[in-house]
Nanobody, 116 residues
Framework: QVHLVESGGGLVQAGGSLRLSCAVSGIIFRFYTMGWYRQAPGKQRELVAAITGDGNTNYADSVKGRFTISRDNGANTVSLEMNSLKPEDTAIYYC??????????WGRGTQVTVSS
C-alpha cells in the first residue's frame, strides 16, 4: 500500500524560504520519477517540479530558479527547497508521481502560506 506523507509547510513572509519533505512508502522508490504539486484555492492542482530516479530535474516556469527538488533514494524521501517565496506560491503542496503514472492516492499535503 502506497503512503505519501508531506511535511514542512508553514507561514512565511514574501522573500522567505521553506523546505518541504515527502516520505514515500509502498513503491520501489528509486525506480520512479517523483513530483511536487500544488493546489491554490479555487485553482486546479499543478505540477511544479519533478525529479527522475537518477536526479534529472524539471520545473514549471513559475518556480524555475526559485525552487529546487531533490531526493534521497536511501531514505525514500523527496524534498522541495523553496526560496524567494511569493504570495502566489500560497497553496497546499503534495508529492506524487508525475503523469502518466500519477497515483490515485494522494497524501494530506502541507500548507504553504506566503504573506505579502
Amino acid at each position: 500500500q502506497v503512503h505519501l506523507v508531506e511535511s514542512g509547510g508553514g507561514l512565511v513572509q514574501a522573500g522567505g524560504s521553506l523546505r518541504l519533505s515527502c516520505a514515500v512508502s509502498g513503491i520501489i522508490f528509486r525506480f520512479y520519477t517523483m513530483g511536487w504539486y500544488r493546489q491554490a484555492p479555487g485553482k486546479q492542482r499543478e505540477l511544479v517540479a519533478a525529479i527522475t530516479g537518477d536526479g534529472n530535474t524539471n520545473y514549471a516556469d513559475s518556480v524555475k530558479g526559485r525552487f529546487t527538488i531533490s531526493r534521497d533514494n536511501g531514505a525514500n524521501t523527496v524534498s522541495l527547497e523553496m526560496n524567494s517565496l511569493k504570495p502566489e506560491d500560497t497553496a497546499i503542496y503534495y508529492c506524487n508521481l508525475p503523469p502518466p503514472n500519477t497515483l490515485d492516492y494522494w497524501g494530506r499535503g502541507t500548507q504553504v502560506t506566503v504573506s505579502s
